[in-house]
């Protein structure tokens, strides 16, 4: 399997350092925050997004597999008035846009105060919403990644995995997928068993512990790695933890991961 890194784990001045040590362990993916490259209205940026992207894959080989918080900052609910449901889709779209310039395969839809449910809401209204848009990213050759959110990180909808894959079956969009967190699996002791029968709607997979905590060394990443190797998941397998000040820890979880998952 393909390893990749989301660069929301360290800070912009550390980006060559890190990029040595993924060459160091065979890392090809750099998942990217949009505001992290761009902070101002990224999106409206795509020609800039080109020609980082060409830059990038010259000088380091990086491909960018995937791409995360692309409703950060966005204040409008799933579940409000159709008029904040229009500019989301609005805004949706463009990062699906993004995406696609940047060869980017999957847009991470955590974003979780964005999705919680109102009182009275109708599910129904998601499942609409998420069709269009995944019909949209799939026209442009990407996916939107739906990513199941604990209660804890202030959500209400989409709190599990299974419940992530019953809305991904719901919406049946060939771009509109699961992003599988095991941060969230741990949190909620969710069984792997979970997985089985389901890797082919996994468009990504975001190796984290809950609160973003640096990876731990665990039985269930050589589990999952055994299940998604078995079922020929082909998609990237990324590390994704909150911002580290010490680089020595980064490079023990690119290390820890890559013997885990490389080749596998």
Known sequence: MKLAVSNIAWASENDLPVYVLMKKYGYSGLEIAPTRIFPEEPYRKLREAGVWKKDLK???????????????????????????????????????????????????????????????????????????????????????????????????????????????????????????????????????????????????VHISEPGLQPIEPRELHKSLSGILRKEGYKGYISIEMGRMGDLSVIEEKLRYIGGIFAGA
């Open 58 to 204: 010259e000088k380091y080989g990086f491909d960018l597999p995937s791409m995360q918080s692309i409703w950060y900052g966005r204040q409008e609910n799933l579940f409000g008035g159709s008029e904040e449901r229009e500019r989301l889709m609005g805004y949706t779209k463009q990062a699906v846009d993004f995406a696609a310039v940047l060869g980017c395969k999957n847009l991470v839809l955590g974003c979780p105060k964005n999705r919680n449910l109102l009182e009275g809401a109708d599910v129904g209204t998601a499942v609409d919403f998420f069709r269009e848009a995944g019909d949209y990213a799939a026209s442009k050759g990407t996916a939107i990644g739906m990513e199941a959110n604990p209660p804890v990180y202030h959500t209400n909808f989409i709190n599990d995995t299974e419940s992530a894959f019953r809305l991904v079956r719901k919406v049946g969009s060939d771009g509109f997928l699961l992003n599988l967190d095991v941060g969230t699996m741990i949190y909620n002791n969710e069984a792997l068993s979970v997985l089985q029968g389901n890797i082919k709607y996994i468009s990504h």
